[in-house]
């Protein structure tokens, strides 16, 4: 169904092809999962398959795509919409309909399918993708899992046969991911519909993959996932820990790594040197717990409304100083409600909260930047000038800060971004990294992040927890709204969950993650009941038995 023969893509004015000499067949029925870190090519293979490189972006294409059989070269993507639907990661901005059978139906005008064929075509879709209940609903009050099975279903019902998905699960809880992934399976499995994704968070969608796509600095590798993990650069949880444990072959999902974890005896062997703690108090309040930087952030009973919805209800919590904390949640809990209220662009209708003792409530819009800081999930919404160089300048104005104090926060993060580059034109992981270095430079003691790791790979992730946790160390209380429970496992020491606008559950990371069904990160899975979250925990764990067996008598 997709087929690239020796294919090179060079834009213009680049110093070499963003991917070259690439031969690659996707059949028919097939999930092939693309991977590759940051700016390696994954975007413009995709924007290949489905004929918007070079018809809409530009720049030159050696070699032949075909898709259904039609070559790109001679078809635009108007011409193969009826073969190829795209479904990126924000369905939302892609919407024209104001309902989901609105939206079903739109595709299906502009192609001229006649009204008897569209109307059993909804009915058919709306079946096979689960959402025959959502019919009548507005698109815009659809949670995320909801909004990407609509916009599957949209490209379906006008016929599409090739599914392209750009980073489906970026912005969606552990629940909706799996609604998505099983609607994505069921359209492979059962109607033969060839599937096409990138996604930086494998853990999710490796164990579901035919095909995995490898791009690396342009090449293309592709094969069997068993074949190609064991050597790819980047790697979900559950195969660094193979790698670490020296298991053949390498697990691919969770089931796999506990049968192999079983027949090595790890979590026996984590057990003795892990022994598990006694449930911690909440230390949500200050009093017993008060940290050497002070108390952090205090919230007691903190209402949000919008009109006559409730958001968030009696929230009463603690972000202490000096520690990172994760704030988790499904979709429409009230997460994002939360911070925004915290760092004072919603005015809460009930509640109050300090920051190291001092009381926010009804103090200014100075005041509040002083205390408090917010990268929003759209990091670029806060970039607004032509260069780096300009909106780290700004950044030390606006907060009064020696001039160059933003860049070297900055070139600690992530050295070596040109100060001439255009924010729009760094890479995801660079913005979040600007975004972090502007709010960084005001020195506020509260620093909240809304779901900063969208659109990041494992490398930048890496970067964004090392930062993190830097600034933590400098006596900061940091707050990490986000679905990506692996980068939660990694940067918090605490965890807050929250449900129905409600915070349901409050303490160390360790245990609140480690104890739940759907938070809990691929390691904890494997190795319980130790109380481990990353790779990294359990090779620390390990070593003492390592160096024993190496020497010790």
């Known amino acids: 169904m997709i087929r690239f023969t020796d294919v090179t893509i060079r834009y213009a004015g680049a110093h070499a092809p963003v991917v070259r000499d690439v031969t690659l067949h996707v059949g028919e029925g097939e999930f092939a999962l693309v991977t590759g870190t940051t700016g390696c090519g994954k975007s413009t293979l995709l924007g290949a398959a489905s004929g918007h490189v070079p018809h809409f972006t530009g720049g030159t294409v050696s070699g032949q795509v075909t898709v259904g059989g039609l070559d790109t070269r001679d078809h635009r993507p108007r011409d193969l919409a009826h073969i190829v639907g795209v479904v990126r990661q924000d369905p939302l901005a892609g919407f024209v309909a104001d309902t989901v059978e609105g939206e079903l139906a739109y595709g299906m005008e502009r192609l001229g399918v006649p009204p008897r064929t569209m109307r059993t075509r909804v009915e058919e879709t709306l079946d096979l993708l689960g959402i025959a209940d959502l019919r009548h609903r507005t698109v815009h009050t659809l949670s995320g899992g909801q909004a990407q099975r609509a916009a599957i279903a949209a490209v379906l019902a006008a ?20 609604e998505v992934l099983a609607a994505v399976l069921r359209l492979v499995h059962d109607t033969g519909v060839t599937a096409l994704v990138a996604e930086h968070r494998l853990e999710r969608v490796l164990d579901y993959a035919d095909r995995l796509v490898v791009v690396e600095a342009g090449r293309v590798r592709s ?8 050597h790819a650069p980047l790697a979900p949880p559950v195969v660094e820990l193979g790698r670490l444990e020296g298991w053949h072959p390498l697990p691919l999902s969770v089931r796999d790594a506990r049968r192999a974890a079983t027949r090595s005896g790890l979590p026996a062997r984590l057990a003795a040197t892990m022994p598990r703690q006694p449930a911690a108090d909440a230390g949500s309040l200050p009093g017993a717990d008060r940290d050497a930087h002070g108390e952090g952030l205090v919230a007691r009973g903190i209402d949000v409304d919008y009109g006559p919805v409730r958001a968030v209800r009696g929230a009463t919590f603690r972000l202490p100083a000096g520690r990172v904390t994760a704030l988790m949640g499904r ?10 209220a915290l760092a004072g662009a919603r005015t809460p209708s009930a509640g109050t909260w300090s920051v190291n003792g001092v009381r926010l409530n009804g103090t200014g819009r100075a005041a509040m930047l002083a205390a408090v800081r917010l990268v929003p999930q759209e990091a670029s919404d806060l970039l607004y000038l032509d260069t780096v160089e300009a909106e780290c300048a700004e950044a030390d104005t606006a907060c009064r800060s020696t001039a160059g104090t933003c860049r070297r926060i900055l070139d600690r993060m992530v050295p070596g971004i040109d100060p001439a580059m255009h924010p729009r034109d760094l890479s995801e992981g660079q913005r979040v990294a600007l975004v972090l270095a502007i709010q960084t430079a005001a020195n506020a003691p509260v620093l909240l992040l809304d779901e900063p790791t969208r659109g990041l790979d494992y490398v930048a992730k890496a970067a964004l927890t090392a930062a993190l946790t830097r600034l933590a160390a400098g006596g900061r209380a940091i707050c990490v709204a986000t679905h990506d429970v692996e980068f939660a496992a990694g940067v918090a020491e605490r965890a807050l969950v929250m449900a129905a606008g409600e915070v349901i559950a409050e303490g160390p990371a360790a245990e609140v993650l480690a104890g739940s069904t759907v938070f809990a990160p691929q390691v904890a899975k494997v190795v319980a009941p130790a109380q481990a979250l990353t790779v990294a925990e359990v090779a620390a764990a390990l070593r003492p038995r390592v160096a024993s067996s190496d020497g010790a008598p």
């Not at 046969?161 to 699960?169: K, S, V």
């Not at 970026?170 to 909706?176: E, T």
């Not at 979709?331 to 925004?340: A, D, E, R, T």
């Open 159 to 178: 016929g599409a046969r090739i599914l392209i998905l750009d980073e489906p699960t970026s912005a969606l809880d552990p629940g909706s991911t799996e």
């Open 223 to 230: 094969g069997p996932p068993a074949d190609l993990i064991a």
């Open 331 to 340: 979709n429409g809990s009230g997460k994002s409600s939360l911070l925004w």
